[in-house]
C-alpha cells in the first residue's frame, strides 16, 4: 500500500531529477527541490536524511529506471534490435527536443559534476549506466551477437547515446541524436550480419 509519506518521497526524487536536468546537481538546492514538489519543508530530511546525496542518488535510481523502461518497451515492440535502438535514440530526440533542448541525461550531468566528489554518486551513476548496457547486451545477443561481442556495443551504443545527448544540447538541434540512431543501427545491423544473426 502507497502511503502519503512514500507520495511526498517520490515526489522529491522526480523533482530533484527533474531540476538536475534543467539547473545541474550543483544549482539545486534542497529549497528548490521542496517548493518544486509542494513538500513540507521538513519532508526531505525525513526521507532522506544524509540530505542533498541522498536525494541525489534517489533521483539518478529514477533516472535509470525510466530509461530501462524505455529501452524494455522498444525492445518488446521493435521487429529488430536495431529497430528498437533507433526507436530509443528516436525517443529521446524527441524528449530532448520538445524541451526546448533543457532536458538531457541527468546521470551523465551528476557524473561529471560530482564522480570526483562523491563516490556514492559515482557509483549511483555508473549503476544507472550498467542498467541500461545489460539489457542492451541481452537484447543483442537475442539477434545473434555473441556475448563479448554483444557486451562491447552495448557499452559502444549508451556511450554514443549519452554523447549524442549533450551535443544536441548544445547545438539546440536533434540532428546529432538523428545521425547517431542512423549510426547506432547500422552498426547493430552489421554486427548481427557478421555473427550469423537472423533473428
Same mark, same amino acid.
Given at each position: 500500500?502507497?502511503t502519503?509519506?512514500?507520495?511526498?518521497?517520490?515526489?522529491?526524487?522526480?523533482?530533484?531529477?527533474?531540476?538536475?536536468?534543467?539547473s545541474g546537481?550543483?544549482g539545486?538546492?534542497?529549497?528548490?527541490? %521542496?517548493?518544486h !514538489? @509542494? $513538500?513540507?519543508? #521538513? /519532508?526531505?530530511?525525513?526521507?532522506?536524511?544524509?540530505?542533498? +546525496?541522498? =536525494?541525489?542518488?534517489?533521483?539518478?535510481?529514477?533516472?535509470?529506471?525510466?530509461?530501462?523502461?524505455? %529501452?524494455?518497451? !522498444? @525492445? $518488446?515492440?521493435? #521487429? /529488430?534490435?536495431?529497430?528498437?535502438?533507433?526507436?530509443?535514440? +528516436?525517443? =529521446?530526440?524527441?524528449?530532448?527536443?520538445?524541451?526546448?533542448?533543457?532536458?538531457?541525461?541527468?546521470v551523465?550531468?551528476?557524473?561529471?559534476?560530482?564522480?570526483?566528489?562523491?563516490?556514492?554518486?559515482?557509483?549511483?551513476?555508473?549503476?544507472?549506466?550498467?542498467?541500461?548496457?545489460?539489457?542492451?547486451?541481452?537484447?543483442?545477443?537475442?539477434?545473434?551477437?555473441?556475448?563479448?561481442?554483444?557486451?562491447?556495443?552495448a557499452?559502444?551504443?549508451?556511450?554514443?547515446i549519452e554523447?549524442?545527448?549533450?551535443?544536441?544540447?548544445?547545438?539546440?538541434?536533434?540532428?546529432?541524436?538523428h545521425?547517431?540512431?542512423?549510426?547506432?543501427a547500422d552498426?547493430?545491423?552489421?554486427?548481427?550480419?557478421?555473427?550469423?544473426?537472423?533473428?
Open positions: 500500500m502507497t502519503k509519506g512514500d507520495l511526498t518521497k517520490a515526489r522529491l526524487a522526480e523533482s530533484m531529477l527533474e531540476l538536475i536536468q534543467t546537481y550543483s539545486t538546492g534542497l529549497n528548490a527541490v %521542496i517548493d !514538489a @509542494a $513538500a513540507p519543508k #521538513g /519532508s526531505v530530511y525525513f526521507h532522506f536524511p544524509d540530505g542533498k +546525496e541522498g =536525494l541525489g542518488v534517489a533521483a539518478v535510481d529514477l533516472a535509470a529506471k525510466q530509461f530501462e523502461s524505455l %529501452i524494455a518497451e !522498444a @525492445a $518488446a515492440s521493435a #521487429g /529488430s534490435p536495431a529497430a528498437a535502438a533507433r526507436a530509443v535514440i +528516436e525517443a =529521446l530526440a524527441t524528449i530532448v527536443g520538445e524541451s526546448d533542448y533543457r532536458l538531457g541525461c541527468p551523465s550531468v551528476v557524473t561529471l559534476e560530482m564522480g570526483a566528489e562523491s563516490e556514492r554518486l559515482r557509483q549511483a551513476c555508473a549503476s544507472a549506466f550498467e542498467s541500461w548496457i545489460a539489457p542492451t547486451a541481452a537484447l543483442l545477443e537475442t539477434g545473434g551477437v555473441e556475448p563479448a561481442q554483444a557486451r562491447t556495443l557499452t559502444v551504443v549508451v556511450s554514443t554523447g549524442a545527448v549533450i551535443v544536441s544540447r548544445a547545438t539546440r538541434s536533434t540532428q546529432p541524436l545521425a547517431a540512431a542512423d549510426v547506432v552498426l547493430v545491423d552489421r554486427s548481427r550480419q557478421s555473427a550469423g544473426g537472423t533473428r
